[in-house]
């Protein structure tokens, strides 16, 4: 007999989280870290909603409810969601989470059988992956290919389609690539979900950066697509939009009332209720005009931050950056640098079991973080399954300009510095788990 449960092998993580106490011992030891790694807006909680949670506690609002979430929250969500998608939702089919990341499990739990398998998108967000043969289905990784936009088509889609497939995760706007689909490309996809899967197969779309795009774009839904409503399970939160990653406030939209009430089971089972003083303050953000202003203020520093950051980047010699459409992340190609800095062949000197383990975009990351101070996350973090040979970092531009423009000064010096990545490698043993 273990101590420990064999399924403990297969489920991943989030790293951006992981590289926390690495930043927190150089800072200990005096060092300035320029910190790219976490995806959270650093904008304040906009007033009016802070000001709502803090009326609500005042009102002790502060005791379990309905699992599903508050009325008038789940009521805000239709509201909001149908509006904006032009699709019809009722409250009794949405259902509050502590964040935009619990349904990621609670869907993989739900649907999937042993055996059964999940498309998802690579790069992506970890904890589709993470979760996949946790639950005993089959990674199904759709790539996202620079060269596409980070985005992928119908065509892409139809191979991986198979009478096993379970669910299809979309995530637009994309961490961590900040890739978006055209009302066209979400038609193509659509149109070959509908001719190859069954109606029983859904689509996971994850829309937690539905406010977050630039020069101007209108945010599209898989389900506003003829024929989708009815096989989307639609998901978006207060994290991002609202700068309240803290908040923990997420919701979906089931495609009927049964399939809520299993979400609103896994609630019980896990966490009873959302704090309702937090959800009062979701329908403050859902239904006030003064959130639309403070959202936009937002989204303007960071398109301003985007275009500095990837102009910056492009200039550094060894790195292309393509440019986000959406989210608050940057994600450079690094395969020169990793070449010139002599990261690849390092690579290829290592053992087979620890090659396995990491990446050379994982060592430059961490020669980046331990020597120059940058915490940035590797192409390895957003998906490891095919992540091969692919040479990626991904840095978030929600950090004041001032830190960003060190950090891109600090990269360009790590991108030169071959003798000290030689040292590193002689001081430090990868993978660094
Ligand atoms: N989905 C995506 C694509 C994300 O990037 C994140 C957070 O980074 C989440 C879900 C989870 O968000 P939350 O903090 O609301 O749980």
Sequence with gaps: MTLIAARNQRIGTENAFKIGPYITGLESQGHRVIKCNLGEPDFPLPAHIRDEVKRQLDLDNVHYCDPQGVLPLREAVAQDMGAKRNISITPDRVVV?????????????????????????????????????????????????????????????????????????????????????????????????????????RVYSD???????????????????????????????????????????????????????????????????????????????LTSPLTAPAVQEMVDAFQGRRDVVVAGLNAIDGISCETPSGAFYVFPNIAGVCEKLGVIDAFDALAPDIQSQTSPASMFQMFLLLEHRVAAMDRRSFGAIGSEGRHFLRLSIATNIDDLSEALVRIEKASTDTAGFARFMKENTPPWN
């Excluded at 089972?269 to 403050?284: A, D, E, L």
Aim: proline share 8%; hydrophobic share 40%; aromatic share 10%.
């Design 97 to 201: 989470f502590p964040g935009g990341k619990p349904p990621i499990g609670f869907a993989q739990q739900i649907y999937c059988e042993p055996g059964d398998e999940v498309i998802y998108p690579t790069p992506g967000y970890p904890v589709y992956e993470s979760f996949i043969e946790y639950v005993g289905a089959v990674p199904k990784p759709l790539h996202l290919e620079e060269s596409a936009g980070f985005s992928f088509d119908g065509a892409d889609l139809a191979p991986l389609i198979t009478d096993r497939t379970k669910l299809i995760i979309v995530n637009f706007p994309s961490n961590p690539t900040g890739g978006v689909a055209t009302r066209d490309q979400l038609e193509g996809i659509a149109d070959v979900i509908k001719a190859k899967a069954s109606p029983d197969v």
């Design 207 to 285: 829309e937690i950066y539905e406010n977050i795009l630039f020069d101007g774009q209108e945010h599209v839904s898989i389900a506003s697509i003829q024929g989708m409503a009815e096989r989307t399970i639609l998901v978006s939160g207060a994290s991002k939009s609202y700068s309240w990653t803290g908040g923990r406030l997420g919701w979906a939209v089931l495609p009927t009332v049964e399939e809520a009430m299993l979400f609103k089971n896994m609630n019980i089972n896990y966490i009873s209720c959302v704090s309702p003083y937090t959800q009062m303050g979701g329908v403050t953000a």
